[in-house]
């Protein structure tokens, strides 16, 4: 089992920025390919980014490529999420996913394809 826990979301103005941060404990010696998932009220969760365990590969969606950067700390068992220029529309709840295995899955998009959920961040952007 792994948990996962995010923080650093908030309240901040269009153009700015907001890193977040998911800490898994548990089973943090098996490898684990980890993504971010948001949701906005009324609307599906959707992915966001992921990155392999080893943080050599990583996969974006088109909405936040180029402003939005993942990356990890393998000593510190962290991923992090860093968010420049953030638009309205970005505002959601950011949940960090992981999966038990050290690549990303074939259908990374996929809420089914990860095995371990944190309970979510808000991050609301202001225009």
């Known amino acids: 089992q792994v948990q996962l826990v995010e923080s650093g979301g908030g309240l901040v103005q269009a153009g700015g920025s907001l890193r977040l941060s998911c800490a898994a404990s548990g089973r943090t010696s098996t490898s684990y390919a980890v993504a971010w998932f948001r949701q906005a009220p009324g609307k599906e969760r959707e992915f966001v980014t992921a990155i392999t365990w080893s943080g050599g590969s990583t996969f974006y969606a088109d909405s936040v490529l180029g402003r939005f950067t993942i990356s990890r700390d393998l000593a510190k068992n962290t991923v992090y999420l860093q968010m420049n220029s953030l638009l309205p529309e970005d505002t959601a709840l950011y949940y960090c996913?992981?999966?038990?295995?050290?690549?990303?899955?074939?259908?990374?998009?996929?809420?089914?394809?990860?095995?371990?959920w944190g309970q979510g961040t808000q991050v609301t952007v202001s225009s």
């Open positions: 996913a992981a999966r038990s295995a050290a690549r990303v899955p074939y259908y990374y998009t996929r809420t089914s394809e990860y095995d371990y």
